[in-house]
């Protein structure tokens, strides 16, 4: 029988963590966390990263497993996460794979596109976006690509270069080298998405921020001040504390945008699981039904 990979995806705030750990007990497994910023150590309050009690015990992967000065993309997670299946796998049936980033997921199920990079360029796009503005980077994308501008988040900037940079590298579309062939993997996967109804979702979100600035988020942005530049910074909790200690708002108004942003995250996280056929959308009542719904889904499919 081909050992199990078990996903565990789903918006942010949706009870990924609490579920994951439970069914890692039932297995004896460990957890590979996919969540694109809890691999930062220097990052923790804002990424809702779980703490020691929250993990139970359980092993986890890439949870302050790298620098935020030395960011990991999805083709590098790809490559580490594989090593450290194949490794699991030797002594594990099952193994837990929990996040919300959908491309960090995506990577692990289904592989990644091998397009060339140039530091060179991305460093000329980097100069052009810090002089002209993100304005100015959407701009040449729909320009130069209109069918990868339709589907990119048009205020994410790191995705905007990387796709500039391709272009001008490769003189192709972006969208024409995204193939999304899918990698051939020696494991079965379940891919399973946790499903709330919008408000209820809301309503999550709102109070895990309030948690947060309770926890110290402020302070903990306050550290981090002199990194701001960096790429896992540029991310939602921290950019509007940013603009919060620069005097660009009240902490009311920062703390009101945070929300605001997250249920625009999940939105878009939603919008990205939906994208998978073989996703099961699995309705969050509480843990034991939870688990109840995995385990009947896996045994049906073996």
Same mark, same amino acid.
């Given at each position: 029988?081909?050992?199990?990979?078990?996903?565990?995806?789903?918006?942010?705030?949706?009870?990924?963590?609490?579920?994951?750990?439970?069914?890692?007990?039932?297995?004896?497994?460990?957890?590979?966390?996919?969540?694109?910023?809890?691999?930062?150590?220097?990052?923790?309050?804002?990424?809702?990263?779980?703490?020691?009690?929250?993990?139970?015990?359980?092993?986890?992967?890439?949870?302050?497993?790298?620098?935020?000065?030395?960011?990991?993309?999805?083709?590098?997670?790809?490559?580490?996460?594989?090593?450290?299946?194949?490794?699991?796998?030797?002594?594990?049936?099952?193994?837990?794979?929990?996040?919300?980033?959908?491309?960090?997921?995506?990577?692990?199920?289904?592989?990644?596109?091998?397009?060339?990079?140039?530091?060179?360029?991305?460093?000329?796009?980097?100069?052009?976006?810090?002089?002209?503005?993100?304005?100015?980077?959407?701009?040449?994308?729909?320009?130069?690509?209109?069918?990868?501008?339709?589907?990119?988040? #048009?205020?994410?900037?790191?995705?905007?270069? +990387?796709?500039? /940079? *391709?272009?001008?590298?490769?003189?192709?579309?972006?969208? &024409? @080298?995204?193939?999304?062939?899918?990698?051939?993997?020696?494991?079965?996967?379940?891919?399973?998405?946790?499903?709330?109804?919008?408000?209820?979702?809301?309503?999550?979100?709102?109070?895990?921020?309030?948690?947060?600035?309770?926890?110290?988020?402020?302070?903990?942005?306050?550290?981090?001040?002199?990194?701001?530049?960096?790429?896992?910074?540029?991310?939602?909790?921290?950019?509007?504390?940013?603009?919060?200690?620069?005097?660009?708002?009240?902490?009311?108004?920062?703390?009101?945008?945070?929300?605001?942003?997250?249920?625009?995250?999940? #939105?878009?996280?939603?919008?990205?699981?939906? +994208?998978?056929? /073989? *996703?099961?959308?699995?309705?969050?009542?509480?843990?034991? &039904? @939870?688990?109840?719904?995995?385990?009947?889904?896996?045994?049906?499919?073996?």
């Amino acid at each position: 029988m081909k050992k199990q990979l078990i996903v565990i995806a789903g918006p942010t705030a949706s009870g990924k963590t609490s579920l994951a750990v439970e069914l890692a007990k039932q297995f004896k497994c460990p957890i590979i966390s996919a969540d694109s910023r809890q691999f930062y150590k220097e990052m923790s309050i804002g990424t809702a990263k779980p703490t020691e009690t929250e993990m139970d015990g359980i092993k986890h992967y890439f949870i302050n497993s790298h620098s935020i000065n030395s960011p990991l993309s999805a083709g590098k997670y790809e490559q580490e996460s594989l090593e450290i299946i194949q490794k699991e796998f030797l002594t594990h049936d099952q193994l837990i794979l929990v996040g919300g980033s959908g491309m960090y997921i995506d990577a692990v199920v289904f592989g990644t596109d091998k397009i060339p990079h140039s530091k060179s360029l991305r460093e000329k796009w980097n100069a052009l976006y810090k002089n002209n503005g993100i304005r100015y980077l959407q701009k040449e994308l729909k320009l130069k690509d209109p069918s990868y501008f339709k589907t990119v988040d #048009k205020n994410n900037h790191v995705r905007l270069i +990387r796709a500039l /940079e *391709v272009i001008e590298l490769t003189g192709e579309t972006y969208s &024409s @080298l995204r193939k999304n062939t899918r990698s051939k993997r020696t494991f079965n996967t379940y891919y399973f998405v946790i499903n709330h109804s919008r408000e209820v979702l809301y309503e999550r979100i709102n109070s895990r921020v309030d948690t947060m600035i309770s926890m110290g988020l402020i302070n903990e942005v306050k550290d981090l001040i002199q990194f701001r530049e960096l790429q896992p910074l540029n991310t939602v909790g921290y950019k509007e504390i940013f603009d919060y200690l620069d005097g660009k708002s009240t902490k009311q108004e920062a703390i009101e945008l945070i929300k605001q942003n997250t249920r625009r995250y999940a #939105k878009r996280q939603i919008t990205w699981f939906k +994208r998978h056929d /073989e *996703v099961k959308w699995i309705d969050f009542n509480n843990i034991n &039904s @939870l688990i109840d719904t995995v385990n009947t889904q896996i045994n049906t499919n073996q």
